[in-house]
């Protein structure tokens, strides 16, 4: 990341099932983005273990000239590069031109990112360490970056529903793209105001760009701006609510990196002041001193798959909707039903390798009386559904089907309801 833009912004059993992930515990680290002599090329990948506060050595060189990358789409070594005029940069290395944006996709053991000033979604195997490009679709689709860095992408994370998001500095884009087989982005538009923010927007370069996000296991997704202003944005609407600025940062710290900890806080690194790392607790919006042991690197920033535990969750937690429940595999493994009995009026169905599109899923009695028809929109392998039967439906056996565009039933199984 340059000066420039620092100054700007920067089951059959007991299982534990989180929305994007199953058997997940909670990580007790986080990747970063940091520079190699404590400068400000955000070019090296480290990771931050968040028990006793050190940092790994460089795991991924992002500016080795000598990168080889794979289509994200056909796997194929890539073997030609576009270098775009007068950036004065080389996009062969993963993380040329510096990384400000980046996410963990647990589940499919990726690390998602995109360089500041080209536009295109890459990711990391964290198997092999190979990196991968999206070259069959533009990210954010303003590939030329605007003086005021307004479209530049610095804010990246794996939402619960398994989407990744990213925004723009300037909030006027929420991009959205699919972390399965097929890596759909979308422009979901703008993000707006909340009439309650008394005047703080979004969209304001002094108090509002750069940063980093972290999601919720409700739904949300917070922005913490480099100025340590914090929104929470709900996805579906895109309303971008004012949350208050953080207490006890040094008048010196942006806040450029965020990740949840496994005791709940937020993290947040600074690619401005060294030697400073915090945690926050989102509730009062305190910061209280993080201590690194070893050499403290600058980050521009962070990431790892704990979403925050928000309190006022409405859907499935996890241990209501697992414990002690039993997996339904019907249409030859094409889905997943648990629990199945359902002991809570509400049960989950897990997609495993039907195509991406349109499907509706039915829930009928044994007399043949519709209970629920539900439409799904499939994006990937192993997308969760959450079913709601009315809390007044009955005890007893109960059919689910689902169709696809056409009405033509691609699975069926037997729900017994407790």
């Given at each position: 990341m340059r000066k420039s833009l620092l100054s700007f912004?920067?089951?059959?059993?007991?299982?534990?099932?989180?929305?994007?992930?199953?058997?997940?515990?909670?990580?007790?680290?986080?990747?970063?983005?940091?520079?190699?002599?404590?400068?400000?090329?955000?070019n090296y990948l480290r990771k931050l273990n968040l028990q006793n506060g050190t940092f790994s050595d460089v795991i991924l060189n992002g500016a080795d000239l000598k990168q080889v990358a794979y289509d994200a789409a056909t796997k194929q070594e890539i073997t030609s590069y576009v270098n775009p005029k007068g950036m004065g940069f080389n996009t062969q290395p993963a993380f040329s031109s510096g990384v400000a944006a980046m996410a963990l996709d647990i589940k499919n053991n990726r690390l998602y990112f995109t360089p500041m000033f080209i536009d295109q979604l890459r990711y990391v195997d964290l198997k092999t360490m190979k990196a991968y490009y999206v070259t069959d679709q533009d990210f954010s689709g303003r590939p030329q970056k605007s003086p005021d860095q307004g479209n530049i992408i610095t804010r990246m994370v794996i939402a619960s529903d398994g989407y990744g998001y990213a925004v723009t500095n300037d909030g006027t884009q929420l991009l959205r793209f699919g972390t399965g087989k097929k890596l759909l982005i979308e422009d979901l538009g703008s993000l707006v105001d909340d009439q309650a923010n008394n005047g703080v927007s979004i969209h304001n370069s002094c108090s509002s760009y750069g940063g980093d996000v972290i999601a919720d296991d409700d739904g949300s997704i917070y922005i913490f701006t480099a100025r340590n202003y914090v929104f929470k944005i709900n996805t579906e609407s895109?309303?971008?609510?004012?949350?208050g600025t953080i207490n006890g940062l040094p008048v010196t710290f942006t806040t450029n990196?965020?990740?949840?900890t496994a005791d709940n806080k937020?993290?947040?690194?600074?690619?401005?002041?060294?030697?400073?790392?915090?945690?926050?607790?989102?509730?009062?919006?305190?910061?209280?001193?993080?201590?690194?042991?070893?050499t403290v690197w600058q980050s521009s920033d962070l990431a790892n798959s704990n979403l925050y535990l928000s309190g006022n969750k409405t859907s499935v937690t996890p241990v209501e909707l697992m414990k002690g429940a039993t997996v339904t595999n019907?249409?030859?493994g094409k889905a997943s039903l648990y629990p199945n009995p359902v002991i809570n009026n509400q049960f989950a169905i897990q997609f495993n390798s039907l195509e991406a599109g349109s499907y509706t899923v039915y829930v009928t009695d044994v007399m043949g009386r519709q209970l629920v028809q539900q439409a799904v929109n499939l994006s990937g392998d192993n997308q969760i559904q959450v079913i709601k039967l009315d809390p007044s439906a009955s005890k007893g056996i109960y059919l689910v089907s689902v169709t696809d565009?056409?009405?033509k039933s691609v699975f069926s199984t037997k729900l017994v309801v407790q």
């Open positions: 912004s920067l089951l059959a059993g007991t299982v534990i099932f989180s929305f994007y992930s199953s058997a997940q515990v909670a990580d007790k680290f986080a990747y970063a983005v940091t520079d190699m002599q404590q400068g400000y090329n955000w895109k309303v971008a609510k004012y949350l990196g965020a990740a949840v937020i993290i947040v690194s600074s690619a401005m002041a060294s030697g400073s790392y915090f945690t926050v607790d989102l509730k009062s919006l305190t910061a209280t001193p993080y201590i690194i042991s070893g019907v249409g030859d565009e056409k009405r």
